[in-house]
């Protein structure tokens, strides 16, 4: 993935062995793309990333729903 590994190349020097601080670093860089920086880099995966990406997507937001619960209740995770 030609994006991919130019995105790491360029930002290496940030990058720290803290998995917390490597998903902090890589929200804040990606949050500086524009939207077609995005669709470009989306282009450029493969069918099995592309699934994993939405997968990831998909996770994140069904247990943001189960904290959040919906109409007022506490929902099941808390």
Known sequence: MKTFE???NKYHKKWIRDDEDIDAVAYSIVNSFTREQCIDLI?????EELHQVVAELVMEQVKELLIRGSDGDQGLLH
């Not at 282009?43 to 069918?47: A, G, T």
């Open 43 to 47: 282009k450029e995966l493969s069918d």
């Open 6 to 8: 130019s995105f790491v």
